[in-house]
């Protein structure tokens, strides 16, 4: 079992960047892809990136598609979240999770080991 810590949520202005880390304890970190998820007010959690075990591959929802950056750091047994332009749309608690398996992908269900969350706030 892998536990995750996630940090760097806040208050932010719209056209703000943040970034969000997820440090990583347990499990062989690098062997599985990772993923961020978002839930925002009365809405279901979505899954906004992933990526693979070695960084390579990388996916994205369309939403955040040239805002947003995943990335990881083996060494560091930490995955990261870049956000840039910040919308108010963005306002959610931000989640990492650990897939099953090596390859990124964007099937929720693939995921487990949640952390605890990290609240993103954007302000218009």
């Known amino acids: 079992q892998v536990q995750l810590v996630e940090s760097g949520g806040g208050l932010v202005q719209a056209g703000s960047s943040l970034r969000l880390s997820c440090a990583a304890s347990g499990r062989a970190f690098s062997m599985y892809a990772m993923g961020w998820f978002r839930q925002a007010p009365g809405k279901e959690r979505e899954i906004v990136a992933s990526i693979n075990w070695s960084g390579a591959t990388t996916y994205y929802a369309d939403s955040v598609k040239g805002r947003l950056t995943i990335s990881r750091d083996n060494a560091r047994n930490t995955v990261y979240l870049q956000m840039t332009s910040l919308k108010p749309e963005d306002t959610a608690v931000y989640y990492c999770?650990?897939?099953?398996?090596?390859?990124?992908?964007?099937?929720?269900?693939?995921?487990?080991?949640w952390g605890q969350g990290t609240q993103v706030t954007v302000s218009s």
């Open positions: 999770a650990a897939s099953r398996r090596a390859i990124a992908t964007m099937i929720g269900d693939e995921f487990h080991s």
